[in-house]
């Protein structure tokens, strides 16, 4: 059972992920709304992973998402975060997996989408 970190600006998004990853028999060890916060509750709970929203507002100096992974890995260059957003296009993708995330998952996001990332990441008690 994975302990994950869900972060997103939007209250009904970090539900909705959060209810998923229950869902699929993981734990939800903390839910931030921003990257200030993603990288305390990073350094308090160290979850097993992250997802990341991409666009959040700026807080306590950490614009956004991807700059919330780049603190993130400077602290543990381990962790282990996949970004989630609607937006797919190639920049954006590209900074995200330049700063350290390993992977993207587009919204809105299924069981079945999280599963296969999961399977992808180790975790393979979902593997038949």
């Known amino acids: ?3 994950i970190l869900v972060v997103d600006d939007a209250r009904v998004m970090r539900f909705h992920i959060s209810k998923i990853i229950n869902e699929l ?13 993603a990288l305390e509750e990073y350094k308090k709970e160290k979850p097993d992973f992250v997802t990341m929203d991409v ?3 700026t807080v306590g100096g950490v614009h956004g998402g ?3 992974v780049q603190r993130i890995i400077e602290y ?25 995330a390993k992977n ?8 079945d989408k999280l599963k296969k990332m999961m399977i992808f990441l180790g975790f393979h008690e979902f593997e038949n």
């Open 76 to 100: 543990d260059n381990k962790a282990i975060i996949i970004m989630v957003s609607a937006q797919t296009d190639d920049e954006h993708v590209s900074l995200a997996i330049r700063q350290g």
């Open 55 to 57: 666009n959040m507002p």
């Open 66 to 68: 991807i700059e919330a």
């Open 25 to 37: 028999g993981h734990t939800v060890t903390a839910e931030a709304k921003d990257g200030c916060e």
């Open 1 to 3: 059972m994975a302990k």
């Open 104 to 111: 993207y998952l587009r919204k809105p996001i299924t069981a």
